[in-house]
């Protein structure tokens, strides 16, 4: 009985110790593969930081407009010039739907507020160019 006793505590102790032998070398693997990504992290922010300081030259509004000018043939517009004219709307039918006429009502009074300021808006500019 005593044989035996000592038997299982004896497999006890050695399942005990292959599962801390197991347990401490996937650690040190979690450990070096942990340093390998830092290592590898560093290197990528090293080529992210190179590749910005390679691409910003590109980026700027100088180098975009003088491509754009030379390669695409863009120009400035020499003048813009806005024609002001009086409009008739297009005539309506003699007789819409009804529920339309309900619509413009409720549709008029905001649009129209929107659409008079912009008018003023170009009238002010107009005149300014006149002067």
Known sequence: MFVKLFL??????LCFLGLEIYRNTALMDRGYLLQKLEVKKVALIEENGYLQEKLSPYLSLNRLEDYARKELGLVNPEKVRFLKGNFSPPEESSSPPPFIDKLK???????SKIVGQIRRWFDIFYEKKEQ
């Open 8 to 13: 299982l505590f004896l497999t006890f102790i």
């Open 105 to 111: 009502i409720k549709l008029k009074s905001p649009i």
